[in-house]
T-cell receptor
Framework: RKEVEQDPGPFNVPEGATVAFNCTYS??????FFWYRQDCRKEPKLLMS???SGNEDGRFTAQLNRASQYISLLIRDSKLSDSATYLC?????????????FGRGTQLTVWP | NAGVTQTPKFQVLKTGQSMTLQCAQD?????MSWYRQDPGMGLRLIHY???????DQGEVPNGYNVSRSTTEDFPLRLLSAAPSQTSVYFC?????????????FGSGTRLTVV
């Protein structure tokens, strides 16, 4: 079983739409959780960390459910510039502390 | 503040050749990693380091060596290039793997092995 599983997408939504991505992880001892954004042929860039209490950054809201080992990202009022691949990322713990585990990514296209 | 610098940006190798992909960071980060990204596979960890002098293998270490003699540099060596190593390689670094410190990625090296 892969460490991190994501909705494969692709998601195609109009401007102004709300879209949600989901992710599950297999290691209950995982310590830190992130959403990264990757534009075509570019490096991944940190979008936001995900905290147990949930957190918001402008139009973006991230949620973590440790009991269900589930992470989500909600994008409200989608913009054309939100078109990208969104990567769910989980860190290891203990002997795997230095590792990041990536989902395969969910592709989002926002159309005018 | 340069962040994470990878060189070269593009490289074409012949099968059997060796080369070193360079990665340097100027943020005094302890954690550094190398990933490869292939279509449909996502990012896969090759090797990582939690500090100078300490390295460990990731998911796909075969055919690659690393060393970490300084905090700043984490080069990735391809010992004998094979077409299966055609990929985009990313180096990443972080201050810490604790408390939600994110990783900063370099801009990548696009490697083709013919």
């Amino acid at each position: 079983r892969k460490e991190v599983e994501q909705d494969p997408g692709p998601f195609n939504v109009p401007e102004g739409a709300t879209v949600a991505f989901n992710c599950t992880y297999s290691n209950s001892a995982s310590q830190s959780f992130f959403w990264y954004r990757q534009d075509c042929r570019k490096e991944p860039k940190l979008l936001m960390s995900v905290y147990s209490s949930g957190n918001e950054d402008g139009r973006f809201t991230a949620q973590l459910n440790r009991a269900s080992q589930y992470i989500s990202l909600l994008i409200r009022d989608s913009k054309l510039s939100d078109s990208a691949t969104y990567l769910c990322v989980v860190t290891g713990r203990g002997s795997t502390l230095g590792r990041l585990y990536f989902g395969r990514g969910t592709q989002l296209t926002v159309w005018p | 503040n340069a962040g994470v610098t990878q060189t070269p940006k593009f490289q074409v190798l012949k099968t059997g050749q060796s080369m070193t992909l360079q990665c340097a960071q100027d943020m005094n980060h302890e954690y550094m990693s190398w990933y490869r990204q292939d279509p449909g596979m996502g990012l896969r960890l090759i090797h990582y380091s939690v500090g100078a002098g300490i390295t460990d293998q990731g998911e796909v270490p075969n055919g690659y060596n690393v060393s970490r003699s300084t905090t700043e540099d984490f080069p990735l060596r391809l010992l004998s290039a094979a077409p299966s190593q055609t990929s985009v390689y990313f180096c990443a670094s972080s201050y810490s793997n604790r408390f939600n410190y994110g990783y900063t990625f370099g801009s990548g090296t696009r490697l083709t092995v013919v």
